[in-house]
């Protein structure tokens, strides 16, 4: 890596979820070295997962023990062999694979080396074809399972899955280059508890791997080689709120693992159950069977408490491998959420008829996302109803996301289709201020304070209660003391925030 960063320096980015925390710096390979650098430049591609395996085999070492740690070292010397890299590029040009010529030329290299007379060079024929199949699973998006715990994990930007991997993994914070505060991986880096900064600056990526870093999530500070009395601070403590009336505090989860962890931290209920984690990183969909099974294993855990499912919102940020969307100039504004579900009707029938064969042992209930009009309100409506009757089972109460704009206008009419509203205002903010949630540059705009949304927040809250329906907020404003108070004050009747928040928005009705 060049112009590496290995001395005491600051950078700023944004909040994006609370904690400070010291750990080693951890390079995330990123989405980059996945399959589709291969098709585009094979030789980008190599030099990007060269340096990948590179940065995997540095964040080895800071853990590795004084046996392992001279044959990593070996290692990343082999990934600088022009000879490794010009040979596989050779291949390539001849026609070949990527992934294929890589692991040709390392078993070359490395049945030359069985051929030596020394023992020593015919013990590093394992070492190369280890570097061969390292580089391989980088150029593949593979992710290995060597995440270090603890480790503090630097990355241009975080696909959702990437995030449950390295949250699952134990790594103490998460820094990114790309996103908002109110991009999914802000919004797991929540849930899961993690620190978490987002929209840092390039300069992030240049940290030296494995060098001591703060991350504080509160207030956006990147702090290399931190001092002592760095370490040290305490932030202040939060300003204590008082806010009535006290309504049902719910939780936004996306596994079983997380329900778990929300019924310890005293949820009352399951307010958005994001199915998308089921479906994500997967060759085929779920089946019926496997999610009448996943889907009852959460009611299970919530023990009578009641559950809203949304249907799958993919598409735009949350892609799947087995529907291949053609690439889309705006994908904020494309083929997503209901949209898409209503076009894919196999998928989408396949879901709803799981969640009604669910819904007759417990309180589920069923959450739309992306609605746009009355008319695809109506057309699941529809769907639902039939589906129901060939089961033979009642059908559960229905609801929108009202998270596009078009539908917050159209809340009288669509209260009348609807069983349920529930703010999505991560979205809702999104389209309103038009600023990709997604955009580091354009965060900004989702931190500062826009008194207008309430013109047309107030509406619908007083169109749901006109229609006699509940109204609820899953979206990140439903952790903001200042906004979930004014929310109360307009008759919002439930909340639900991420996992992680649950205690400090329980604490805000104490
Ligand atoms: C929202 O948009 O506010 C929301 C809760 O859904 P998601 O963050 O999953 O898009
Ligand atoms: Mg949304």
């Given at each position: 890596m060049h112009d590496t960063c290995d001395i005491p320096a600051t950078f700023t980015g944004q909040a994006a979820a609370p904690g400070r925390v010291v750990g080693p710096a951890f390079h995330w390979p990123g989405?980059?070295?996945?399959?589709p650098l291969l098709l585009a430049d094979p030789s980008a591609a190599l030099r990007q997962a060269l340096a990948g395996a590179h940065a995997r085999l540095t964040a080895a070492l800071v853990t590795a023990d004084a046996t392992l740690a001279p044959l990593l070292d070996a290692q990343r010397l082999m990934l600088d062999d022009p000879d490794f890299r010009d040979g596989a590029l050779e291949l390539v040009a001849a026609g070949g694979d990527l992934v294929d010529a890589v692991l040709t030329v390392a078993g070359q290299l490395a049945a030359l080396l069985e051929g030596a007379d020394s023992a020593y060079f015919r013990e590093r024929a394992i070492d190369v074809r280890a570097v061969g199949t390292l580089v391989a699973a980088t150029l593949r998006g593979e992710i290995g399972a060597?995440?270090?715990?603890?480790a503090v994990v630097l990355a241009e930007e975080l696909a959702p899955l990437d995030t449950a991997r390295l949250a699952e993994a134990g790594v103490a914070a998460l820094v990114t280059v790309r996103g908002g505060p109110t991009c999914h991986a802000a919004i797991m880096a929540r849930a899961w508890g993690i620190p978490a900064v987002v929209g840092a600056p390039d300069a992030v990526l240049r940290i030296a791997e494995g060098a001591p870093v703060l991350v504080d999530g509160a207030d956006g500070a990147v702090i290399v080689h931190p001092t002592p009395a760095q370490q040290a601070r305490q932030r202040q403590p939060a300003v204590s709120y008082a806010l009535s009336p006290r309504i049902p505090i719910y939780a936004n989860i996306g596994s079983l693992a997380e329900a778990e962890r929300a019924v310890t931290l005293?949820?009352?209920?399951?307010?958005?159950?994001?199915?998308e984690f089921l479906f994500q990183g997967r060759q085929q969909p779920p089946s019926e069977e496997a999610q009448v099974e996943a889907y009852t294993a959460i009611l299970r855990c919530m023990a009578g408490r009641p559950l809203v499912v949304r249907t799958l919102d993919i598409g735009a940020d949350k892609p799947v491998p087995f529907l291949p969307t053609p690439p889309e100039a705006n994908p904020q504004l494309g083929l997503r959420g209901i949209r898409l579900c209503l076009q894919q009707r196999e998928l989408f029938c396949t879901q709803l008829r799981a969640l009604l064969r669910v819904s007759v042992t417990g309180p589920l209930k069923i959450m739309l996302p992306m609605v746009t009009t009355v008319e695809e309100m109506r057309e699941t409506c529809a769907l639902l109803a039939g589906l129901a009757d060939t089961l033979g089972v009642a059908l559960p109460p229905c609801g929108a996301m009202i998270e596009v704009p078009m539908a917050a206008l159209a809340a009288p009419e669509l209260a009348t289709v609807c069983d349920f509203f529930s703010l999505g205002t991560n979205d809702l903010l999104q389209f309103l201020l038009a600023a990709d949630r997604q955009h580091a540059g354009v965060g900004y705009l989702h931190a500062g304070e826009h008194p207008a949304v309430w013109r047309l927040i107030a509406p619908v809250i007083a169109a749901a209660h006109a229609a006699s329906i509940p109204v609820g907020v899953c979206g990140e404003w439903g952790a903001d003391p200042e906004k979930l108070a004014r929310l109360l004050g307009l008759g919002v009747d439930t909340v639900s925030v991420a996992v992680g928040a649950l205690p400090q928005v329980r604490a805000l009705f104490a």
């Open positions: 989405p980059e070295s996945g399959i060597d995440i270090p715990r603890g005293g949820a009352e209920g399951i307010g958005l159950l994001r199915t």
